[in-house]
């Protein structure tokens, strides 16, 4: 399956900053994942990146805040902008693993800090 | 929407068998998942259920009844490793069967 490069791993932001987020992955997939997992939560889907298109996101998730970017089938970009603490979370891409009977492959996430 | 429901905490004994069960409600169902989350990692896929019945994957076995809505994730003969979070998460049919929706997690702890 699919093996995901994310970074960085972890951060700590002032508030009113932004931070990108990378995901690169080592085969090329259609569509690409970006969830959220705040403390003690499960995962919730931020949007989906598809190469050659806009992002396609959630209900309760803008662009303007959450921007982001699919140059290629192997790249992505998450943009958390003008952050405020309640960004504080740990972020997550992933992507299908083998036509999605074998679940999702995650990145390692990237935490982050705003304060 | 979906709506799924998991216990939020349970205990076991290293080397005992634990049932983490998992109902949901959804407007259309094409499978169901079982990740492991240990703390700090990202989830690790255990299983995938889209017909009713066990599928069992060395000491990990998933169940599921599609017209109950139930699903359970069985660990047999428990070991301190497994003390983590085991989320079940719900797969929608047709095109946005990418977007899975996550149940909160059960947080399995093994003492010794």
């Known amino acids: 399956s699919a093996v995901i490069s994310q970074k960085p791993s972890r951060d700590i932001c002032q508030r009113g900053t932004s931070l990108t987020i990378q995901c690169q992955v080592d085969?090329?997939?259609?569509?690409m994942f970006w969830y959220r997992q705040q403390p003690g939560q499960s995962l919730t889907l931020i949007a989906t990146?598809?190469?050659?298109?806009?992002?396609?996101?959630e209900s309760g998730f803008v662009i303007d805040k959450f921007p982001i970017s699919r140059p290629n089938l192997t790249f992505s970009t998450l943009t958390v902008s003008n952050m405020s603490p309640e960004d504080s979370s740990i972020y997550l891409c992933?992507?299908?693993?083998?036509?999605?009977?074998?679940?999702?492959?995650f990145g390692s996430g990237t935490r982050l800090t705003v304060v | 929407g979906q709506n799924i429901d998991q216990p939020t905490e349970m205990t076991a004994t290293e080397g005992a068998i634990v049932q983490i069960n998992c109902t949901y409600q959804?407007?259309?169902?094409?499978?169901l998942f079982w990740y492991q989350q240990h703390a700090g990692e990202a989830p690790t896929f255990l299983s995938y259920?889209?017909?009713?019945g066990l599928e069992e994957k060395g000491r990990f076995s998933s169940f599921l009844s599609r017209s109950k809505g139930y699903s359970y994730l069985l660990l047999k003969e428990l070991q301190m490793k497994d003390s983590a979070s085991y989320l079940c998460?719900?797969?929608?049919?047709?095109?946005?069967?990418?977007?899975?929706?996550f149940g909160d997690g059960t947080t399995l702890t093994v003492k010794p």
């Open positions: 998460a719900v797969r929608p049919p047709g095109t946005n069967a990418g977007k899975s929706t």
């Open positions: 990146a598809n190469q050659g298109s806009e992002a396609t996101y």
């Open positions: 992933s992507v299908e693993a083998r036509g999605g009977f074998h679940g999702y492959t």
């Open positions: 085969s090329q997939v259609t569509m």
């Open positions: 259920n889209v017909l009713d």
């Open positions: 959804t407007s259309g169902f094409n499978g």
